[in-house]
């Protein structure tokens, strides 16, 4: 006989030739600690690189939460939830942040006996605005004519606000 989730469970294996069996029950418990690999910030993401804990309780896990609030602002805090991928590497992006911030984050695994330990608390600080580096593609170049050329270019992402407006100088350069 056994006492667990508020109720009696007796489990018997009986077989004449091989004996007598019993099996103990134990109630599953929420995951331990998310264990951060590598933190990638840019101007307003945050790529968080993560591992499942060790002892996950029992059960599958379900999702992660991340809790995350600008330091030193009061009742800001903002959650995010990402499903659980398993056997694969799992990464967390965490976007529209303000640049040159420091942020506090942890993260929490969660299964169906509930949500784990949270993660210790994180300080993470995003990257200044960045200008976009802009490469020419010289391969896709050519020009109709002395007054007209096409030119292709690509922009690195950086991970910043959106490009709102690009401005090219050109000239002519006679060989």
Not at 19 to 35: F, I, K, N, W
Not at 61 to 85: A, D, H, M, Q, W
Not at 133 to 153: E, T
Request: aromatic residues 8%; neutral net charge.
């Amino acid at each position: 006989m056994e006492s667990d989730f508020g109720l009696v469970f007796e489990c018997r294996a009986i077989n004449p030739r091989i004996g007598r069996y019993s099996m103990t029950l134990r109630r599953a418990e929420p995951p331990h600690q998310v264990r951060l690999v590598e933190a990638k910030p840019k101007s307003n993401t945050i790529q968080l690189n993560i591992q499942p804990p060790l002892e996950l309780g029992g059960l599958p896990l379900l999702e992660y939460i991340v809790k995350y609030e600008p330091v030193g602002i009061p009742n800001s805090i903002n959650t995010l939830t990402f499903p659980y991928v398993p056997n694969e590497p799992q990464t967390l992006q965490i976007e529209s942040l303000q640049p040159s911030t420091l942020y506090r984050m942890q993260i929490v695994a969660k299964s169906r006996a509930g949500e784990g330990l949270p993660s210790v608390p994180y300080q993470l600080r995003t990257l200044d605005r960045q200008v976009p580096v802009f490469k020419i593609l010289s391969a896709d170049n050519f020009c109709m004519s002395d007054m007209s050329c096409l030119i292709k270019w690509v922009i690195e992402a950086d991970g910043s606000s959106p490009i709102s407006r690009a401005e090219i100088s050109y000239t002519k350069v006679n060989f």
